[in-house]
C-alpha cells in the first residue's frame, strides 16, 4: 500500500511549477509489530484481569450474556445461597470468580465451595481447583459441544457436580461424575452429590 504526498517544490523554480505540486508515491511506513507477550497461566492467576479466563495460552473475555442468561445466573446463585444458609450446610455461593483446573483458568457463572474447602484467609484470587459445584448458564454466543468439553474439564479438575442451563431451550443437564441427566421444562432439577436436598422446578429457573 502507497500513500500520495504532497511535495511543494523549491521557491527558486518558476511560479508555472510552483503553481502545480509535485506528486510522489512513496511507501507508507509503518511501525514496527510489537511482539505479543506470552502470559502463563502461573502469571495469570496472580494478577488475572477482571471478566478473563485463560485458555490455551490466550486471554479470553467472557461475553455474550444476554438478559436470560443474567436472569438464570441471578435467580440461581441465589436460589442455592438461600438453600445454603437454611440447610445450615454453610460454604459460600459465588458467581465468575476464577479456579484454576488441570488446564485452564475458568471463571464459572455460578459455584459452590463447601465449608471445608474455604480457604482459612477468607479471601483468594483464584481457587487452587474446581469447585465443588459448578454451574454454566448457555448463551447464543456459546456452542453445545464446547460448554460440555468444558463440564468435563471441570470434573477432571476437582468438581463433583456440574449443570449447564440452557435458558432458551429451558433445558438443565446435571453431571455428577458418571453420566448427564437430562431435566425438562416441566420437571424439578435436584442437586445429586453437593449441596444435598436442593431441588426448584426448572420453569421457576428458565422462566
Known sequence: MTATIIIPKNSDQNSELESHPKLENLPEISPES??????????????????????DGNLV???GMTFKHGLA???LST?????KNSSGQGGEVLTEVLCRTSKQGRRPD????????LPESGNFT????SFPLIAEVASPEDSGEELFAKALEYLESGCLEVWLLFPEARLIFVNAGQRWRLFNA???V????????FSLAVSELLA
Do not use: C, H
Not at 455460578?110 to 474447602?117: D, Q
Not at 483464584?126 to 481447583?129: E, G, L, N, V, Y
Not at 435436584?190 to 436436598?197: F, I, K, S, Y
Open 190 to 197: 435436584n442437586t445429586q452429590r453437593v449441596l444435598a436436598g
Open 34 to 55: 510489537q511482539p505479543e507477550k506470552v502470559i502463563f497461566l502461573e502469571e495469570f492467576l496472580v494478577k488475572p484481569p477482571d471478566r478473563m479466563e485463560w485458555v
Open 79 to 83: 436460589s442455592w445461597r438461600n438453600y
Open 73 to 75: 445466573q441471578s435467580k
Open 186 to 188: 416441566d420437571e424439578v
Open 110 to 117: 455460578v459455584a459452590y465451595i463447601t465449608p471445608e474447602l
Open 126 to 129: 483464584a481457587f487452587s481447583q
Open 61 to 63: 473475555e467472557k461475553t
